[in-house]
């Protein structure tokens, strides 16, 4: 089931977060919570639900495409649609070692700079354009 999953991190702890089955519910609640909370950013994005089945586990597979809202100084919010590397390199055909490849890099540097951990060096951003792109 595709769900919608949103969250919104202010000053001193002061966090929201949720899930809805629509995108519409989702950004009117993180706009919501980043008024609530205090926090500078909001992000909403498309998720898989993953439901555990007998294990009683189960969890959301982020897609690595959404917006991130914005709180200026003046209380506007304005929204900002984004697709991460992994998204960008799933768009492409590419599995991590053909786009390692590409980019004369190893696998685990690619895993890294789809994750957001700092592991991924400065040299393979810029090779693809000099941004890091939102997790």
């Known amino acids: 089931m595709i769900v919608w999953v949103w969250d919104a991190?202010?000053?001193?702890?002061?966090s929201a977060s949720g899930v809805t089955d629509d995108a519409d519910p989702a950004r009117r609640a993180a706009r919501d919570a980043i008024t609530a909370t205090g926090a500078e950013t909001?992000?909403?994005?498309w998720a898989l639900h993953l439901d555990g089945g007998d294990r009683m586990e189960s969890g959301y597979l982020r897609s690595g495409s959404g917006w991130t809202a914005r709180?200026?100084?003046?209380?506007?919010?304005?929204?900002?649609?984004?697709?991460?590397?992994?998204?960008?390199?799933?768009a492409a055909g590419l599995v991590q070692t053909e786009l390692a490849?590409?980019?004369?890099?190893?696998?685990?540097?690619?895993?890294?700079?789809?994750?957001?951990?700092?592991?991924?060096?400065?040299?393979?951003?810029?090779?693809?354009?000099?941004?890091?792109?939102?997790v």
Do not use: K, M
């Open 42 to 45: 909001a992000t909403v994005e």
């Open 101 to 134: 490849t590409l980019v004369w890099c190893s696998v685990t540097t690619v895993g890294y700079a789809e994750t957001g951990d700092s592991g991924s060096p400065a040299g393979f951003w810029a090779y693809l354009g000099g941004t890091r792109e939102p």
């Open 9 to 14: 991190d202010g000053p001193a702890g002061r």
């Open 71 to 90: 709180r200026h100084d003046d209380g506007t919010i304005t929204w900002a649609q984004f697709v991460t590397l992994a998204a960008r390199r799933r």
